[in-house]
């Protein structure tokens, strides 16, 4: 790292501390860019980390994300939480850059200073984030804001990765997302601490959220806890899986945490309290319990994958014995005489060779 880098670095890092914007803007297009001196930067964060509550808000595409998450941050603020909004939107294929209408919806929480919201487009990623959100809310955590929210993109069953990045994760449906009986089959629904029904003031939306806590009964087992063996058997309760879910969701201190499903019209501000009061429920639950302590080790472990993995990557393939190895086994591998795996463990070879060479 050049001193002009160094010196750089350290003015951002002064900044995020003292959590002026302008400074958390330019820490968070180092990291995304990866810009020279961005590994230095979340390196020097990495002790603030943990204050921060982390919550992901996603579901299907038209399910209201943006505005459920515009009214939570509202409510977030009424009670006195600094929040940051991470909004991953789809990437504009001119620029490669986020086409910016997550932020354009936030207009209405965009001058409080309380609140900072920032747009990562997902380059490519599947999973309904960017690849850089884990570092972007590494960042967020690091200037000392109270809450994190993860607005994903809205890719439908394969935005599962903000369970990866999150403390809390709300699952955002309406009724229109179809059969619901399919919706919870999806993966996306594995994932959930709280499902929202928007726009529940639209035809369906008690069918739905008693489809979904049904679900939640028979799939957790809910109407069979604290059943007595033999006596005593409460048959309403036991063959209402649906009840048995949304009394076990209402309990204050449970052993088990499941997930309420709560109605909400997110545009006209219905329902908000109520999830934020969920939200402030499953975090308690996850300190009492010991799960905070537990998701966020499993979240470290996965860091440390995550950058020994994207290190490995770029000294691999920058290596020119490794390009000249492959470039020289096209021929044979196009003659059939030699396979891709074959060549693989060609390239493994070399490249374990490259890997002690470069700790030595």
Do not use: C
């Amino acid at each position: 790292m050049t001193g002009k880098v160094a010196a750089d670095t350290a003015r951002v890092l002064e900044g995020v501390a003292e959590r002026r914007p302008a400074s958390i803007a330019r820490a968070l297009t180092m990291v995304e860019d990866q810009r020279p001196g961005f590994e230095r930067l979340l390196a020097e964060l990495h002790p603030r980390l943990g204050h921060a509550r982390r919550i992901g808000i996603t579901g299907p595409p038209g399910a209201g994300k943006s505005t459920l998450t515009t009214a939570l941050a509202a409510e977030l603020r009424k009670q006195n939480l600094t929040t940051a909004i991470v909004a991953v939107d789809p990437t504009s294929p001119f620029t490669g850059g986020a086409l910016l209408g997550d932020r354009i919806r936030m207009e209405r929480v965009a001058l409080d200073p309380g609140i900072f919201i920032r747009s990562l487009a997902t380059r490519g990623s599947l999973g309904g984030l960017s690849h850089a959100t884990r570092d972007a809310t590494d960042v967020l955590d690091g200037a000392g804001f109270d809450v994190i929210l993860i607005e994903t993109v809205g890719v439908g069953q394969s935005e599962l990765d903000v369970a990866r990045v999150a403390d809390s994760v709300v699952v955002t449906l309406v009724p229109e997302s179809g059969d619901a009986i399919q919706t919870l089959k999806a993966g996306l629904m594995e994932i959930a601490d709280i499902y929202v029904v928007n726009k529940s003031d639209r035809p369906g939306a008690d069918r739905l959220r008693t489809d979904i806590e049904v679900m939640l009964g028979m799939r957790g087992g809910a109407h069979y806890a604290n059943v007595p063996a033999h006596h005593g058997v409460d048959m309403k309760r036991l063959m209402n899986p649906g009840r048995a879910a949304r009394e076990a969701a209402r309990a204050e201190e449970p052993a088990r945490w499941t997930p309420p499903v709560l109605r909400a019209v997110a545009s006209k501000d219905e329902g908000v309290v109520e999830l934020a009061e969920a939200l402030h429920r499953h975090a308690r639950y996850l300190e009492t319990t010991g799960e905070l302590r537990a998701r966020r080790r499993l979240r470290l472990r996965e860091r440390v994958v995550d950058a020994t993995e994207r290190k490995v990557h770029e000294h691999f393939w920058r290596d020119p014995g490794i390009v000249s190895l492959l470039d020289e086994r096209v021929p044979e591998l196009e003659a059939g005489t030699t396979n891709p795996f074959t060549v693989a463990n060609e390239l493994l070879v070399l490249g374990g060779e490259l890997l002690t060479r470069s700790r030595t």
